[in-house]
């Protein structure tokens, strides 16, 4: 079993830092591909930063230049900076994630991590 554990949430001003992490714990022969995903009421989750194994990274727009995303072994982090009110939202980590080596990728969720942001 595949267990990912979100930490680092909280409420900031606008204009602060938070830095999120993602630690995925189990069964696990590899991690292809980790990512930050957000969501407010009424609105569809949306990916905020994603990094692969080569250790390429995507962002969404709205953040680029203000968050970071990087990797280390089983972890990921998220690094956010000059938050504004509109990042306010459940932040979710996703791992595709290899639990034996005859066996395919399977992507995983974490249970969520709330940011908000105050002006």
């Known amino acids: 079993q595949v267990q990912l554990v979100e930490s680092g949430g909280g409420s900031v001003q606008a204009g602060g830092s938070l830095k999120l992490s993602c630690a995925a714990s189990g069964s696990i022969f590899s991690i292809s591909a980790m990512g930050w995903y957000r969501q407010t009421p009424g609105k569809q989750r949306e990916v905020v930063a994603s990094i692969t194994t080569r250790g390429d990274t995507n962002y969404a727009d709205s953040v680029k230049g203000r968050f970071t995303i990087s990797r280390e072994r089983n972890t990921v982090y998220l690094q956010m900076n000059n938050l504004k009110p509109e990042d306010t939202a459940v932040y979710s980590c996703?791992?595709?994630?290899?639990?034996?080596?005859?066996?395919?990728?399977?992507?995983?969720w974490g249970q969520g991590t709330q940011v908000t942001v105050s002006s």
């Open positions: 996703s791992a595709d994630v290899r639990q034996v080596w005859y066996e395919s990728s399977s992507q995983y």
